[in-house]
């Protein structure tokens, strides 16, 4: 009787350390897309930067000509 009790008892404690390593990989996936997020916006935000600025440099050197 002590080995079955073992097993279902080693059985719930392995399924219990899964459930927590489960929601851990979750919180940090999150964590993670909410990094992804942020860098894409400053990505956008210096695109549109550098396009601005070279359209101002494209018109300076028209006006040089």
Do not use: K, Y
Request: proline share 2%; net charge positive.
């Amino acid at each position: 009787m002590f080995w079955p009790m073992l097993a279902v008892a080693l059985g719930f404690l392995g399924i219990a350390v899964l459930g927590v390593l489960g929601i851990r990989v979750f919180i940090e996936a999150q964590r993670l897309g909410r990094q992804v997020a942020a860098t894409t916006d400053r990505i956008n935000r210096a695109s549109g930067d550098l396009e601005r600025a070279a359209a101002d440099l494209a018109r300076t050197g028209r006006d040089l000509r």
